[in-house]
């Protein structure tokens, strides 16, 4: 598939959610978008919604909670397509291991490793491996897409949280690291959006002691003081992978409906 006047763009976690919402808006902006998921079918339904919509895109699959999987993954990109131009490193949060919305105090230690790899380190094994590549060429974008957890800090948020926080301290201190070789890293740092079920994917449907009404989601919700969706997410990540972020790195953007306006 002819990738010469299209960015090769990675997006992982994209058979649903928001990493599907951020493929198909960087497909439309004009980019090849390879979409991954440990999910195939899913994968190959948005890669053919895109190029049924006159796009570009191919899929490769991965588990981002596998380790090797994921540092595998940039290389078969690259002898694919020549090169690796940006990453969307979205996903795996929203994964059994990565859901749990309790107090500290609730959480079983044994969660502990789970919830980190989900929330920070499947992104920290993603970026290292595709700097191998970035680097070397002189060029590269990448964007986690994360939680406001990991900005604002929020009762029965404190593991995921806290990995999230540390997933924006490292893409600060990477952006300073990489910066010279023309590699941006940035993290767009998610609040509750209006058209995703709250309940159903942030709490998947279990009650959260403490919290308005029995639901955390719906907590949240109310709160919000305009209505963000998944595509305003979207058109975050689309902005600093074009040419309005090119001179944007080490920072983390907050999409969250006006819920916090926390630093």
């Not at 497909?27 to 890669?47: I, L, T």
């Not at 404190?158 to 893409?171: K, N």
């Not at 952006?175 to 309940?199: C, I, K």
Request: hydrophobic share 40%; proline share 4%.
């Amino acid at each position: 598939m002819a990738t010469e006047d299209r960015p090769v763009t990675l997006v992982t976690g994209a058979s649903s959610g928001l990493g599907r919402a951020v493929a198909l808006r960087l497909a439309e902006a004009g980019a090849h978008v390879v979409v991954s998921s440990h999910r195939e079918e899913r994968a190959r339904v948005v890669a053919d919604q895109i190029r049924q919509a006159g796009g570009s895109a191919s899929v490769q699959v991965a588990d981002l909670l596998d380790r090797e999987q994921v540092v595998a993954l940039p290389q078969r990109i690259v002898e694919e397509h020549g090169r690796l131009d940006h990453v969307v490193s979205s996903g795996a949060g929203g994964s059994k291991e990565g859901q749990a919305f309790k107090l500290f105090t609730e959480t079983p230690t044994e969660d502990f490793v789970g919830i980190v790899v989900a929330h920070w380190l499947n992104k920290a094994y993603l970026l290292r491996a595709c700097l191998d590549h970035m680097v070397p060429a002189g060029y590269g974008r990448f964007v986690n897409i994360s939680t406001d957890g990991g900005r604002v800090p929020t009762p029965h948020e404190s593991v995921f949280g806290g990995a999230a926080a540390g997933l924006m301290m490292m893409t600060r201190v990477v952006s300073r690291e990489v910066g010279r070789y023309g590699v941006r890293v940035n993290t767009v740092a998610v609040g509750p959006l209006a058209d995703f079920d709250m309940v159903d994917i942030v709490t998947n449907k279990q009650e959260v002691p403490g919290a308005v009404g029995g639901k955390f989601a719906e907590k949240l919700q109310k709160r919000m003081v305009f209505p963000s969706v998944a595509d305003d997410v979207a058109k975050m990540v689309e902005f600093l992978l074009g040419d309005g972020g090119s001179t944007v790195t080490g920072q983390t953007w907050s999409v969250n409906s006006g819920v916090s306006t926390a630093p």
